[in-house]
């Protein structure tokens, strides 16, 4: 069965940190480039991270460069979203994405 699951999400207060993984099972991981988007109450689903197959390649949105850092992990077929010095804005489910296959997500919650 082709799926991803993601796991970390959380209430944290604004400054806070959360690391979001990914794991994929019915694919071949280590071929495909992954990605997290996220989705906030009454907005888009907009794309955060990106990485390449090897995870030498790595892109963001400008909202969040500097603060999230993407990452994987070929043998345990694994994405990772490092969350720092997150913003109430931060609000939002999260989804892995990656092979056209979707997450259920991981909702991320940000006091002020």
């Known amino acids: 069965q082709v799926q991803l699951v993601e796991s970390g999400g959380g209430l944290v207060q604004a400054g806070e940190s959360l690391r979001l993984s990914c794991v994929a099972s019915?694919?071949?991981?280590?071929?495909?480039?992954m990605s997290w988007y996220r989705q906030a109450p009454g907005k888009e689903r907009e794309l955060v991270a990106t990485i390449g197959i090897t995870g030498g390649s790595t892109n963001y949105a400008d909202s969040v460069k500097g603060r999230f850092t993407i990452s994987r992990d070929n043998s345990k077929n694994t994405v990772f979203l490092q969350m720092n010095n997150l913003r109430p804005e931060d609000t939002a489910m999260y989804y892995c994405?990656?092979?056209?296959?979707w997450g259920q997500g991981t909702l991320v919650t940000v006091s002020s």
């Open positions: 994405q990656g092979a056209r296959v």
């Open positions: 019915g694919f071949t991981f280590r071929t495909n480039t």
